[in-house]
């Protein structure tokens, strides 16, 4: 990634222009890692944008069965009746 792609993600992110000045500097010299740039970004205020948390997300709980319809297959072949 490269450092304009990660200026972008945090200005569509909402990161002030101050903060993200602040936050590329200070990864320029430890380098540049995701979870680096999401600890900088969380003690300023902000949420993570870089890494995903999976365990914050119970996909059983989310998706239930009986939100969905049942779908009726179609045969791919052409059916002609008189």
Wanted: net charge negative.
């Amino acid at each position: 990634m490269k450092v304009s792609d990660i200026v972008l993600e945090m200005e569509l992110g909402g990161v002030d222009a101050a903060d993200i000045a602040d936050i590329v500097s200070l990864c320029e010299s430890r380098g540049f890692n995701s979870e680096t740039i999401d600890d900088e970004l969380l003690k300023r205020g902000y949420d993570k944008i870089f890494t995903v948390d999976y365990d914050a997300y119970d996909e059983y709980d989310e998706w239930e069965d009986d939100e969905y319809a049942s779908v009726e297959k179609f045969s791919h072949k052409p059916h002609y009746i008189d």
